[in-house]
Antibody, heavy 119, light 110 residues
């Protein structure tokens, strides 16, 4: 049974970096048919896809235009996980953050992490 | 900010049929179809259907989907109390190179 387990702080100060990790069990971050996304959800913005990484003989990275200048998604093959870094956060980045699996559909989601940006 | 358009709410009676709609364009739903997600309060979204009418293992046959042009539909038959939830559509947009979502429809089972 495939599971995604998220970890990371729930409170980040403005201008600092939001960092979350998604640990994968039952699948591989290097799966050549897979893809690994970060998505966030807030009352004001709804569900918003942030970006993804996937492996097809080499690593690919795709990011949403809205966060492209501030985001990094990194695969970690040693620990079979992937991470999200979002720089220079503001209160508008307050949301529930999810990791998710899927290339042609988002078929499995992590449990979600509520992240609040506040001093 | 939703890329796909969904009605905010739908109400139907117990054991009735609900049809939820989602409108996109030629670059998303019109290209690769829609996927449907169910979300209960406090839980992550759960995939119900993808590429218009493929159901993941374990999803009830009461959930089915279809597409007509740039509009996708989720049909839920024999409504049960546990079907009361928020439903989101999603699709890959080939010009944005991104997943886009609808704003969600809150389904109330009366």
């Amino acid at each position: 049974q495939v599971q995604l387990q998220q970890s990371g702080p729930g409170l980040v100060k403005p201008s600092q970096t939001l960092s979350l990790t998604c640990a994968i069990s039952g699948d591989s971050v290097s799966n050549p048919t897979g893809a690994w996304s970060w998505i966030r959800q807030s009352p004001s913005r709804g569900l918003e896809w942030l970006g993804r990484t996937y492996y097809r003989s080499k690593w690919y990275f795709e990011y949403a235009v809205s966060v492209r200048s501030r985001i990094t998604i990194n695969p970690d093959t040693s620990n079979n996980q992937f991470s999200l870094q979002l720089n220079s956060v503001t209160p508008e980045d307050t949301a529930v953050y999810y990791c998710a699996r899927g290339a042609s559909s988002l078929d499995l989601w992590g449990q979600g992490t509520t992240v609040t940006v506040s001093s | 900010q939703a890329g796909l358009t969904q009605p905010p709410s739908v109400s139907k009676g117990l054991r009735q049929t609900a049809t939820l709609t989602c409108t996109g364009n030629n670059n998303n739903i019109g290209n690769g179809g829609a996927a449907w997600l169910q979300q209960h309060q406090g839980h992550p979204p759960k995939l119900l259907s993808y590429r218009n009418n493929n159901r993941p293992s374990g999803i009830s046959e009461r959930f089915s989907a279809s597409r007509s042009g740039n509009t996708g539909s989720l049909i839920i038959t024999g409504l049960q109390p546990e079907d009361e939830a928020d439903y989101y559509c999603s699709a890959w947009d080939i010009t944005l190179n991104a997943w886009v979502f609808g704003g969600g429809t809150k389904l109330t089972v009366l």
